[in-house]
């Protein structure tokens, strides 16, 4: 493993989906790719009484949608399947391949990318 690779690697939340990957197996799985998204910072408005009320959120330049944009218009390229925004978790839920997963990681907007896991049915829910 070259020195790119193992710095790509290092994205790879999972350790079986370290092991998938440096195998190259064709096999789709379902993963959640997160951004590098802007640090954001709770805007407050003190008032009488040392109360602190939010009066909402900044972030820096770029915007946070700006960035899930241009990862959104990169992973439409990419892939050969739809992905799915997840806004609030500022993560993109995917279907890939190993090459495909390869070469997402070395996007500079990828922060990590790990493994959906699948929800099962819940036996003592009713209808």
Do not use: C
Not at 60 to 71: G, N
Not at 72 to 99: C, D, H, I, K, M
């Amino acid at each position: 493993m070259n020195q790119k690779t193992g710095t790509v690697l290092e994205k790879v939340a999972d350790r079986d989906l370290r092991d998938w990957l440096t195998q190259t197996r064709e096999e789709v799985r379902e993963l959640l790719v997160e951004a590098v998204l802007p640090q954001r910072r709770v805007i407050f408005k003190k008032q009488a009484g040392a109360r602190h009320i939010p009066l909402g959120m900044e972030s820096d330049a770029p915007t946070r949608a700006s960035v899930l944009d241009e990862l959104n218009q990169y992973l439409s390229s990419l892939l050969q399947r739809r992905s799915t925004l997840l806004r609030a978790a500022g993560a993109f839920a995917v279907e890939a391949n190993g090459p495909e997963v390869q070469k997402l990681l070395q996007h500079p907007l990828v922060k990590a990318v790990r493994i959906n896991r699948k929800l099962g049915p819940f036996p003592n829910i009713r209808a």
